[in-house]
C-alpha cells in the first residue's frame, strides 16, 4: 500500500507537466530534482521490492519518451528488446538483424522492412536515458559503454589502459571487491570517485542495463 502510494504520487507530479513541451535536458532535470526525492525517505526505512523499481523505471521511462502512436511504440519496443531477449520477437530480430550482438550494435542495412528501420531510428535516443548496473562487470565495456555516474555524464574519462577492457577487470572476483591499488594508478581522480562509489554485490549477479536518471541502490 506504501508503495502504491509512492507511485500515486509520481504519477500525479508528472502528469502536471507537459512532457512535449519540455527539452530533453528539461526532462532529465524534472526527473532528477523532484521524482527521485519522492522515494529517499522510504528506501531509509524499507526494502524496495524489485516489481515496484520496475513500474518507476516505467513512468519514468514514459515520461521521457513522450510522444504519441508509432513513435512512442518504437521506443518501447527497443526497450523490450533489450529487457526481454528470449521473447519470439527478440529472438526473430536478433537472428536476422544483429546475430553477433545486441541491438545497438546493429546496422540498418538494406532491409526494405518499416518496422525495422523505425525500431533501428528510435535506438539512438533510447541509448541516450541508460545505463549500466555493475554485477559481475563481464557484460561491460569499460571504456566505450554508459556506467559512471556524475554531473561529468556516464563514461570513464581517463585515457585506455591496454590489457583492461571490462569493468570486471577490475573487480576482485574471490573478494567481491574492486581493485582499489589498479583503479587509484591507472584512472583520474573524478573516475576513481566514480567507480570506487559503485557497490558490488557478494553474490554474483549479471549486468543490467537500467535507467540512467534512477538510483535506487543496491538490491538484497
Known sequence: ?????????????????????????????????????????????????????????????RFWWGGKGVEKKMHWQVWRL???????????MNAKYYPHGDIFQARLGYSNSYSWSSIWSAKSLVKEGLIWKVGDGKSINLWHDP??????????????????????????ND?????TDVIENLFEERDQKCILAIPLSSRCLQDELTWATLKMGPIR
Open 1 to 61: 500500500m506504501v508503495f502504491r502510494e509512492l507511485l500515486d504520487r509520481m504519477w500525479k507530479k508528472l502528469r502536471g507537466w507537459k512532457e512535449k513541451l519540455l527539452s530533453r535536458a528539461g526532462k532529465e532535470v524534472l526527473i532528477k530534482a523532484v521524482i527521485q526525492a519522492l522515494p529517499t525517505y522510504l528506501m531509509g526505512v524499507y526494502e524496495i521490492p524489485t516489481a515496484i523499481i520496475k513500474e518507476i523505471h516505467s513512468v519514468m521511462a
Open 147 to 172: 556506467w559512471l555516474s556524475d554531473e561529468d555524464g556516464r563514461f570513464v574519462l581517463s585515457n585506455r589502459v591496454a590489457g583492461l577492457k571490462l569493468v570486471g577487470d577490475l573487480i576482485d
Open 175 to 179: 573478494r567481491k571487491e574492486w581493485k
Open 82 to 92: 533489450l529487457h526481454y531477449k528470449n521473447s519470439l520477437l527478440s529472438r526473430v
